[in-house]
């Protein structure tokens, strides 16, 4: 492996790709890292977001990298200090760097870290506010105005706080409403809808809708869902929208944390 070309040389030459988006690496260790750093910087100023998922993390895992690519793994601390501090958005798995990539693609950066979730289903959200602290994401208060005006909106039984709780009984005309206002809300950076599609009350007109809010390009909108058929059929149809939609909560908050690590590399390096 790396014999005569390595990560540097790859992402340089990605950097000046005019078809490329975004890039993403998987690396074990970094026979040249200036070169790698360069690179990244180079693509990090052509507006390109840099995602690296970087393993042999412990002692075991980096002298196994030395057998397999020839390069020694290090401290990753050190790795994720520079990396951070040259604007390169980090992943935590193969999964979460595909999630990563695709949602930088689709979506526009996140102005901050604050986040609010919505959902016809509670449970995976909850489960999703787990990951929050390790992806660097916070679960902002909503404004005044925003849970009165949604309290003014839906019936005594929905919940309005963050994370919103739109019930088993959503229309995607609910959740429409609800994005809408998070997306008037100062206080929201990132907006993260769960779906239960196959809830009776929530058709498809839920596709349209959310294309319409999500061509306006105000607040990045990384969605999440689990089921069957119908529903990657709906997710499916949502990506084709440019909409990313993740089966599991992992992906999903990976996905909402890229969007807000590639916004602050944005104002830290003033691109």
Same mark, same amino acid.
């Given at each position: 492996n790396r014999v005569d070309v390595d990560e540097g040389d790859l992402i340089a030459e990605l950097a000046s790709d005019p078809e490329t988006m975004v890039i993403g690496s998987y690396i074990e260790g970094l026979g040249?890292?200036?070169?790698?750093?360069?690179?990244?910087?180079?693509?990090?100023?052509?507006?390109k977001p840099v995602v690296v998922f970087k393993t042999g993390r412990n002692r075991q895992s980096a002298q196994a990298s030395v057998s397999h690519t020839g390069a020694y793994g290090g401290s990753y601390e050190v790795y994720e200090g520079v990396m951070r501090q040259h604007g390169i958005v980090l992943a935590d798995s193969f999964h979460e760097l595909y999630a990563s990539?695709?949602?930088? =693609? !689709?979506?526009?950066?996140?102005?901050?870290?604050?986040?609010a979730m919505l959902s016809n289903g509670a449970g995976p959200m909850v489960n999703a506010l787990d990951h929050f602290p390790r992806a660097g994401l916070e679960?902002?208060?909503?404004?005044?105005?925003?849970?009165?005006?949604?309290?003014?909106?839906f019936s005594f039984f929905y919940i309005v706080e963050n994370p919103v709780d739109v019930t088993g009984s959503a229309t995607a005309a609910d959740y429409e409403y609800v994005i809408k206002?998070?997306?008037?809300?100062?206080?929201?950076d990132i907006i993260m809808p769960f779906f239960v599609f196959q809830d009776t009350p929530l058709d498809e007109s839920i596709v349209e809708r959310l294309d319409a809010l999500s061509a306006l390009r105000a607040k990045p909108i990384v969605c999440c869902a689990a089921g069957g058929e119908y529903t990657e059929r709906?997710?499916? =149809? !949502?990506?084709?929208?440019?909409?990313?939609?993740?089966p599991d909560v992992a992906r999903w908050v990976a996905a909402a944390s890229a969007l807000s690590q590639w916004g602050r590399t944005i104002r830290n390096h003033g691109k």
């Open positions: 040249d890292g200036r070169k790698f750093i360069e690179a990244s910087s180079m693509a990090v100023a052509a507006g990539c695709e949602a930088l =693609a !689709l979506q526009p950066p996140a102005r901050g870290n604050r986040a679960l902002v208060t909503l404004g005044r105005d925003s849970v009165k005006a949604m309290r003014g909106h206002t998070l997306m008037d809300d100062a206080a929201v709906m997710s499916d =149809a !949502l990506r084709k929208a440019g909409i990313p939609v993740y």
